[in-house]
C-alpha cells in the first residue's frame, strides 16, 4: 500500500490550498480515509475523515474552513482548505490506517 500526498505549499493568511492524497494498493472507495496533521514540536493531530459509506467528520478546528472528498475513479481522497490561519501550519499526511504516506508541507504566513 502507497499512499502520496501532494498539493502543499506557502499560503497567506486567508488563503486557500488543496491537498491530495492518491493511493496504490488499496481501494479508497471501500475504506475509511483520514487526513492528519503534524507541526513543528506537536504531536500529529486528527484533522478529517471520510467514511466508506462517504460520512465526513472534522476536528473542530477545522470545522467549516476544510473539506475533505473522495473521487473513486481516480482513487483520491481530496482536503482543501479555506480561510487558512498560521495555527494551520503543519506537515499533513493521508492515513489509511495502518499505512501513513508521505506527508506535505502547508506553511501559513500571517
Known amino acids: 500500500v502507497q499512499l502520496q500526498a501532494s498539493g502543499g505549499g506557502l499560503v497567506q493568511a486567508g488563503g486557500s490550498l488543496s491537498l491530495s492524497c492518491k493511493a496504490s494498493?488499496?481501494?479508497?472507495?471501500?475504506?475509511?480515509v483520514d487526513w492528519y496533521r503534524q507541526a513543528p514540536g506537536k504531536q500529529r493531530d486528527f484533522v478529517a475523515r471520510?467514511?466508506?459509506?462517504?460520512?465526513?467528520n472534522y476536528a473542530d478546528s477545522v470545522k467549516g474552513r476544510f473539506t475533505i472528498s473522495r473521487d473513486n475513479a481516480e482513487n483520491t481522497v481530496y482536503l482543501q482548505m479555506n480561510s487558512l490561519q498560521p495555527e494551520d501550519t503543519a506537515v499533513y499526511y493521508c492515513v489509511k490506517p495502518p499505512h501513513w504516506g508521505r506527508g506535505t508541507q502547508v506553511t501559513v504566513s500571517s
Open positions: 494498493g488499496i481501494r479508497f472507495s471501500i475504506n475509511d
Open positions: 471520510i467514511s466508506s459509506g462517504g460520512r465526513t
